[in-house]
């Protein structure tokens, strides 16, 4: 049996609007020079977002009175998080999964433009086991 992605088209568009601006930009600016770039070419394509959003954390299905700030809120329900170094962390990818965790949304992408190509990770929330 075949498993659609969830949000396939979404994240399509995404991460095509960010290897536009890489492909204009190229590496070696700072993480918030992509991000107002970025927040012109997802203007550019019509891709619904919400810059520096708050979003609620929970434990244990109640909000904490901390919350994350996304770099990008897409489409209301794909949390964004631009990168701009050498190489891909760990703790990167570790902190996306947390953010997705704990604020009970389902997917995420991380994006770094600190390389000479634009390097893309796709996250799930995947409920654990109890």
Request: proline share 3%; aromatic share 14%.
């Amino acid at each position: 049996m075949e498993h659609e992605l969830l949000y396939k088209e979404e994240t399509f568009k995404i991460i095509g609007a960010c290897m536009t601006v890489h492909r204009e930009m190229g590496s070696g600016f700072l993480e918030s020079v992509y991000q107002e770039a970025l927040e012109q070419e997802m203007e550019n394509q019509q891709i619904h977002f919400e810059c520096q959003k708050k979003i609620p954390i929970y434990y244990k299905g109640k909000p904490l009175k901390k919350y994350f700030k996304a770099d990008f809120l897409c489409f209301d329900h794909i949390i964004l998080e631009l990168k701009s170094t050498a190489f891909m962390h760990q703790t990167g990818e570790s902190q996306l999964i947390n953010y997705l965790k704990a604020t009970n949304f389902k997917v995420g992408l991380l994006i770094n433009f600190g390389e000479s190509s634009l390097q893309w990770k796709r996250f799930i929330n995947t409920p654990t086991p109890k």
